[in-house]
């Protein structure tokens, strides 16, 4: 008999959806027909329109006012903070949640986002013993978990890194509910890390016809970061290679881009939001993006170096620090210095090369959400050992 599981998400960014979707087509991949998924986001689809307003404001906060995003992350930085928030503003959500599993049934539910955790597993707790659906939640941030990752409700944690790991059972997380499978990411990017000639191909195939290195920037699904500044200083420099900007659901940037003087002997391809990432990844010789841990994770699987040139304070700050001590990125927020790591990158001799790439291979978890989805399953309980050991 089909099982229905139901996924939670909210679009603060993409990361979150890109993880829900990911572990969706895996078990639907290792279990056919065993699963009718639901991916829903209750802050639009189950709560007060001016709720769905507020995740909103993710966007313009991230893109044009860090700090107020680094303010809240902070200001709610603690256990006593996040049940204030919970058992508050965000009571909201719950009539729709409670809806939604008490319409649905659902043999399981799952939560991919921090602020629909403590709200959610309240809810769980609530309903009749019997009635009570497993309640899991999957981690998408590498390093630093703010609290509200942490309900008490969850029978099980998806955690991406075993730092992550160290930070759920430093706020008193039963061991045994945690499991560190890496970050899930689309099924796209398990393909064998691309040689020289696949992207060749994959250029070919994207329209990038001239044998100058490819340099790809992004900023997350809405385009975050001085990308435009970075595309300016990559064009005003002697080293010639062509620009690809993925603006995501950044339309302003896509507009302004598109006003810059393009030198003759240079490209710059302007993109919206791209449905086809994994091959702009792959395609790529050096990749720019903020600290988003999905973009970060699938250039860290398509093996393909990348330079840092935004986070977002809080959460994205620790993934910095991470990448810098394993020498796998650098950071700076100045489009100059970040065109002179590109460069640094491109001038790489075969040894230097190889070893970074070896680096990236180390960090990259391109089986996550298969992990997740061959996990032997009890009532939807992962019973068996974590990759790595608690
Ligand atoms: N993404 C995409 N198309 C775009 C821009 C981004 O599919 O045009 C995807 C990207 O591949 C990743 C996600 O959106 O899976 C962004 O997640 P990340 O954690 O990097 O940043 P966020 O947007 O959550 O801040």
Redo the contacts with the bound molecule.
Sequence with gaps: MTQRLLFLIAD????????ANAVSAALHAAHPDMFDISIVDPFVEAAPSFAGATTGLYAPI?RHVRWLWGGIYYATNSALAVEGVSRSILTLLSPGIRSLIDEMQPSAVVSFHPLLNHVTGRIIQELPSGGRPPFLTVV?DFINLHPFWFSPAADAIVLPTTQALRGCLRHGIRPDRCHVFGLP??PSFTAPQPDAREKKRLRSDLGCLSSRPLVVI???????GKLRGIAEELLSRDEPVDTVV????NEHLREELSRIAVPHDRNLII????????DW?RAADVVV??????????ALCSGTPFVLCWY?PGQ?RGTVTWLRQHQVSRYSPNPHRVVDFINEILAFSPSEKHALLERIRTLATPHASSSIAAQRIEGYRITSHSRETV
């Design positions: 603060t960014g993409g990361g979150h959806r890109a993880s991230a998408t990411i689309g992004c900023g997350g699904a809405d385009g975050a993925i603006c995501g659901k993109q919206g939001f791209v449905t086809n990432m994994v990844l993006t903020k600290a988003g841990p999905g973009t970060v994770m699938e977002l994205e």
